[in-house]
């Protein structure tokens, strides 16, 4: 019920190519329709296309076509209308994508899966275990997964009170890879989500350790534009004096504002 709450709560403004992920085909259609009644989604289908093709694989139906719209639906495709106008209508035929590979997982979806899911994935790479992933899909899966892993003989690894049972019992999901008389076991347990702290600055003694009290009894003294002892005080030209060996001219290089005609991130991604 949480979950379904949670996917209500999503809507085309706020969606995207992590979060797509937690989302159903009946979720993407309810959220087109909404976007119509907000008069939102015909200025920025493209864009919202992307994000939603970034899980999903999207077929556009023409001309209500009936034997089309079976031979997807046997697919196990969702089908909709969805309007972009006053009186234009497209038809979607839309799936979720099958994470089954390796190379399905990305920083954006890897969160999305369970830990048994991902060791099924990986148990499909061709039954090679831990090492014989690139080092980029270990980043990836390592981005979302606690994982370690341990090589022992098949009549040790399951001995009483050792590394298997005890993270076992820690929540750990565990896929065993034959390699001879040795296995190799590979723990996965999904990472708690952490919040990144923000720092807030209220003001200039929020720089401090916190104690208030340390420098109240401190005087400072300002002598930042008192000259040194050994400073000349150079007297200031009169007009008469100023000749092309003492004058100087410092020109305005602007407040580097960006040019008022640029377009906008938006702009740029509705003309691609």
């Given at each position: 019920?949480?979950?379904?709450?949670?996917?209500?709560?999503?809507?085309?403004?706020?969606?995207?190519?992590?979060?797509?992920?937690?989302?159903?085909?009946?979720?993407?259609?309810?959220?087109?329709?909404?976007?119509?009644?907000?008069?939102?989604l015909k200025e920025?289908?493209?864009?919202?296309?992307?994000?939603?093709?970034?899980?999903?694989?999207?077929?556009?139906?023409?001309?209500?076509?009936?034997?089309?719209?079976?031979?997807?639906?046997?697919?196990?495709?969702?089908?909709?209308t969805i309007k972009?106008?006053?009186?234009?209508?497209?038809?979607?035929?839309?799936?979720?994508?099958?994470?089954?590979?390796?190379?399905?997982?990305?920083?954006?979806?890897?969160?999305?899966?369970?830990?048994?899911?991902?060791?099924?994935?990986?148990?499909?790479?061709?039954?090679?275990?831990?090492?014989?992933?690139?080092?980029?899909?270990?980043?990836?899966?390592?981005?979302?997964?606690?994982?370690?892993?341990?090589?022992?003989?098949?009549?040790?690894?399951?001995?009483?009170?050792?590394?298997?049972?005890?993270?076992?019992?820690?929540?750990?999901?565990?896929?065993?890879?034959?390699?001879?008389?040795?296995?190799?076991?590979?723990?996965?347990?999904?990472?708690?989500?952490?919040?990144?702290?923000?720092?807030?600055?209220?003001?200039?003694?929020?720089?401090?350790?916190?104690?208030?009290?340390?420098?109240?009894?401190?005087?400072?003294?300002?002598?930042?534009?008192?000259?040194?002892?050994?400073?000349?005080?150079?007297?200031?030209?009169?007009?008469?004096?100023?000749?092309?060996?003492?004058?100087?001219?410092?020109?305005?290089?602007?407040?580097?504002?960006?040019?008022?005609?640029?377009?906008?991130?938006?702009?740029?991604?509705?003309?691609?």
């Open positions: 019920m949480k979950e379904e709450n949670k996917n209500k709560a999503l809507s085309l403004k706020t969606l995207t190519k992590s979060s797509v992920w937690d989302v159903q085909e009946n979720d993407i259609f309810r959220m087109l329709d909404a976007a119509d009644k907000d008069g939102e920025n289908l493209r864009h919202i296309a992307d994000i939603i093709r970034s899980a999903f694989m999207i077929e556009e139906i023409k001309d209500d076509d009936k034997l089309l719209q079976e031979k997807y639906t046997k697919q196990g495709y969702k089908v909709g972009v106008g006053d009186d234009a209508k497209l038809q979607w035929a839309i799936k979720k994508r099958p994470i089954t590979r390796v190379t399905d997982l990305t920083y954006e979806n890897i969160r999305h899966i369970t830990a048994a899911k991902l060791l099924e994935v990986i148990d499909r790479n061709f039954g090679g275990g831990w090492d014989s992933l690139s080092q980029s899909i270990q980043d990836i899966i390592e981005s979302g997964f606690d994982i370690s892993t341990t090589t022992l003989p098949k009549d040790r690894l399951h001995k009483k009170g050792g590394m298997y049972e005890k993270k076992v019992a820690d929540g750990y999901e565990v896929l065993e890879v034959a390699k001879g008389t040795w296995v190799e076991a590979i723990f996965a347990k999904l990472k708690p989500e952490t919040i990144k702290p923000r720092m807030k600055f209220d003001d200039a003694s929020s720089f401090g350790d916190g104690d208030e009290d340390d420098d109240a009894d401190v005087e400072i003294i300002d002598d930042y534009n008192k000259p040194d002892e050994d400073d000349v005080e150079l007297e200031e030209p009169d007009d008469d004096d100023i000749n092309e060996n003492n004058y100087r001219t410092t020109f305005d290089l602007g407040d580097g504002d960006e040019d008022e005609d640029a377009e906008s991130l938006s702009d740029y991604i509705a003309d691609e």
